[in-house]
């Protein structure tokens, strides 16, 4: 499973006002990547070694950071039609509720 996946840093963070620029942010605090996350902040990725400096450094730059944590994700995602992404959404929400199961990661 590793081979297809990157275990990396991955920051939450709000921008300290409309605007912002997150990419200019990113370079600035040393983070690899970045992507669009939910309601208006941005998803930064790091080296997992250089998780809590980033997290730091876009701090003191004014970033309200809601979370941070070690992920793995996709190096090659995956596209499905509507039919078989149901499925496969249906089937990743009962592995969900099993309370086994703390992580998820898939290519979707």
Do not use: C
């Amino acid at each position: 499973m590793s081979w297809d996946f990157e275990h990396l840093g991955a920051i939450e963070a709000a921008p300290p006002k409309p605007g912002t620029d997150a990419e200019s942010a990113a370079i600035e605090a040393g983070a690899q990547d970045l992507e669009a996350g939910d309601e208006g902040a941005t998803r930064f990725y790091t080296a997992g070694s250089d998780l809590d400096a980033v997290a730091k450094a876009l701090t003191a730059a004014g970033w309200s950071v809601s979370s941070q944590a070690l992920v793995w994700r996709a190096k090659n995602k995956v596209s499905l039609d509507d039919a078989k992404r149901a499925e496969v959404e249906s089937f990743l929400e009962e592995m969900d509720s099993d309370d086994d199961v703390q992580n998820i990661y898939t290519a979707l």
